[in-house]
Structure formats: structure tokens, C-alpha cells
């Protein structure tokens, strides 16, 4: 679990997730933190996305602002999320164009900080009583539940734009009733 910023993000369950985005304001913080739940995606990338990257199908996350900025990436746009930025996208009472950013900030052209969004996450999760949350909990507590639904890691790492398994498996939390039921599978 991560203290004073050191250690991993820790893991949220669905249920913990679910508490936690009702503690979290409505308004920009909130749907951040839905689409890095439904997505996978690190908040840097969230934090850089233009509408013009969404359609009602996937949202991709472009080269320049992944991690590696070498690959592209599409995820299928969740149901949940879909409807969620929707609603986002009409609350902004003007029309949005495609280069304007999903997440603007307080000044003019720019995106919402990650900073803002880490104080109000901190904020938040202190309010429901979870330690060890950072924004990477979201990136975590995703590819966790995908695969603890047993979707193939491969499928996994084109999702979250890991290049390396090895990787990809260090963000995968392994329950205890997991570790109980492969112990009780040793022959």
C-alpha cells in the first residue's frame, strides 16, 4: 500500500470505487475519475483528452499523450461512461469543439491539473476512510477486476498500453480468496 507517496496505489474494489466517486465532487474530478476507472488509463492521459478523441464507440488515447508516445491506443467506450460523458459534454451549455479539452482547467486553453485532481482525491478518500489511494488506485483497481474476471492478460496489455507482461503483472492485485482457491488447486 502506498504511504507518504511511496509503495503502490492501492486497490479499490468495485464497491469501494462505488463509494468513493459519490465522495468525490460532481463536476470535472468526478467524471475523471469515472473514465480512469472505466478505462484504465493513467490520469496524465485522462487529463489530456479532447473531445475529438471520443465517439460513441471508444475513446483513443494518441501516441503524443501516452506514456511510451510511440502507440495509439482505443478502448471500447464503457455504457456507464458513455452516458456519464454525455451528460458531462451537455453541461458545458456551448458547443464543444474537438480540439477543446474533455477536462479544462481554470485558465484559459489549459486542462485541469493533476495536482487539483490529486487534492481532490486525496480529499475524498480521506473522507471515506481509505489509505494509500493515489491516482494510480484507478489504473490499478481496473486491470485487477478485468483480470480477476479472467480476461487474457494479452488483452489486458492492449488495453492499458503495457508493452511489457512483466509489467502489466506488477499492477495485478491477487485476492486472498484467489491465493486460497490456486492453493487448494496444487495437486
Known amino acids: 500500500m502506498k504511504i507518504n507517496r511511496y509503495g503502490r496505489a492501492r486497490v479499490l474494489t468495485s464497491e469501494e470505487?462505488?463509494?468513493?466517486?459519490?465522495?468525490?465532487?460532481?463536476?470535472?474530478?468526478r467524471v475523471l475519475a469515472h473514465l480512469l476507472r472505466r478505462t484504465s488509463a493513467r490520469v496524465s492521459e485522462g487529463l489530456q483528452l479532447k473531445w475529438g478523441y471520443i465517439n460513441d464507440h471508444s475513446i483513443v488515447f494518441p501516441a503524443p499523450i501516452t506514456k511510451q508516445a510511440k502507440k495509439s491506443r482505443e478502448i471500447p467506450l464503457h455504457p456507464d461512461l458513455k452516458i456519464i460523458l454525455h451528460s458531462w459534454k451537455a453541461d458545458f451549455n456551448q458547443p464543444v469543439k474537438a480540439m477543446d479539452w474533455v477536462f479544462p482547467g481554470q485558465a484559459p486553453g489549459e486542462h485541469l491539473t493533476r495536482q487539483s485532481f490529486d487534492y481532490v482525491l486525496r480529499k475524498s478518500a480521506k473522507s471515506c476512510g481509505f489509505n494509500?489511494?493515489?491516482?494510480?488506485?484507478?489504473?490499478?483497481?481496473?486491470?485487477?477486476?478485468?483480470?480477476?474476471?479472467?480476461?487474457?492478460?494479452?488483452?489486458?496489455?492492449?488495453?492499458?498500453?503495457?508493452?511489457?507482461?512483466g509489467t502489466l503483472q506488477r499492477y495485478l492485485e491477487v485476492s486472498p480468496e484467489a491465493k486460497k482457491k490456486a492453493a487448494l488447486a496444487f495437486a
Open 132 to 165: 494509500g489511494l493515489s491516482t494510480h488506485s484507478f489504473r490499478r483497481s481496473a486491470l485487477t477486476a478485468a483480470s480477476a474476471k479472467n480476461i487474457p492478460l494479452r488483452d489486458l496489455m492492449e488495453l492499458s498500453g503495457h508493452s511489457d507482461l
Open 17 to 29: 470505487l462505488n463509494i468513493l466517486l459519490q465522495e468525490i465532487p460532481e463536476g470535472s474530478h
